[in-house]
């Protein structure tokens, strides 16, 4: 179906998530394994002290967990004139590691839309604020509105013939009637901390040891079938095509594909493993270019290398580039990642 109104009308829609996420242990540890993320300081309290950090130290991408629980309400009765939603793009700004224990308050916001090759490209803007009042995280996704003339009729039937209980699947063929909430004075411009940038990273790489075009050891991930289905209850993302073969074949994809912010997650312990300090991290951000098909009679691999791009000697960070690969095709686009060094 076609949208019934005007999608970029919506631009600065905003609103505060209903209630806190509170970061938990055995959460980390959960998510830690779901992407295959082994460092120490996910799981063990005494390793994370030694680096400087009061409790586990959640994985990069940890915060998508509770960005998909808080923009449910945008994409579920705001954003109502599609009916498949697509990846495309992801930004994550690290100002303070998220630690075991934070309560996590989210600001939701359509930052933009773009109509390009016929299909809107919506991003959304999650700022996370911790219990201190101030932001932690930002996160920026941008996905791809898909309408019912790009897959296959049934597909909205198809999905809660699947999907778990518990979930709420909102009909998509209403005319949204929200009313676009201004921001409040009081969280226009919320204060970012500097943890990130002004804590001694522990790395294990130091930044005099670094030189423009330096390349990382080359990592092999293997995923199944059984991985996807983890990481969907670990994050929460119920999607279908990670894990329906049907469901797949509906939205066009030649067989159930590996979640896009799964193999983000990968991609970005792939860069913490070799920094030795999962804190490190200022920056990370993936466009997307393929998918990772997942056969459900074989394993299916990704190969992640990358290579220092630029170096600050002023502030001590590097620019990597990462390359992530499967079945011979790229998967991601452009993506780096922003470390500091010590």
């Not at 179906?1 to 055995?26: C, F, K, N, W």
């Amino acid at each position: 179906m076609e949208a019934t109104y005007d999608v970029a009308a919506l631009v600065g829609h905003y609103y505060r998530a209903d209630d806190y996420y509170e970061v938990g242990r055995e959460k980390i540890r959960e998510y830690a394994r779901a992407v295959q993320d082994f460092h120490p300081a996910h799981w063990s309290e005494d390793a994370a002290g030694e680096l400087g950090y009061p409790g586990l130290v959640a994985p990069t991408t940890f915060v998508s967990i509770p960005a998909m629980l808080a923009n449910r309400k945008l994409l579920e009765t705001v954003l109502t004139g599609y009916d498949v939603f697509v990846q495309t793009d992801q930004v994550f700004e690290m100002y303070q590691p998220v630690v075991t224990g934070d309560r996590l308050i989210s600001d939701v916001e359509l930052a933009s839309v773009r109509r390009v090759a016929g299909n809107d490209l919506l991003t959304i803007k999650n700022t996370f604020i911790d219990q201190t009042g101030r932001v932690v995280q930002i996160m920026h996704t941008t996905v791809a509105g898909v309408t019912g003339a790009d897959v296959a009729a049934g597909i909205g039937e198809a999905i809660e013939r699947v999907v778990m209980h518990g979930v709420e699947i909102t009909s998509r063929t209403t005319t949204s009637e929200q009313p676009i909430e201004s921001k409040p004075s009081s969280v226009i411009d919320p204060i970012r901390s500097e943890i990130s940038r002004t804590r001694v990273p522990h790395t294990a790489i130091r930044f005099e040891d670094l030189a423009v075009g330096d390349e990382l050891p080359t990592r092999v991930t293997q995923l199944t079938r059984g991985d996807l289905v983890n990481y969907a209850g670990v994050a929460g993302d119920v999607n279908p095509i990670h894990w329906h073969d049907d469901v797949a074949s509906l939205t066009g994809l030649p067989d159930v594909i590996a979640h896009g912010m799964l193999t983000m997650g990968l991609g970005a312990g792939f860069v913490t493993g070799w920094l030795g300090d999962p804190g490190a991290v200022l920056r990370y951000g993936v466009r997307l270019s393929n998918y990772t098909v997942i056969d459900a009679r074989s394993s299916g691999s990704v190969e992640f290398s990358g290579r220092i791009k630029s170096l600050d000697p002023e502030t001590r960070t590097a620019v990597v580039v990462i390359v992530a690969k499967s079945a011979g095709r790229k998967i991601f686009g452009l993506a780096t990642a922003t470390v500091r060094l010590a």
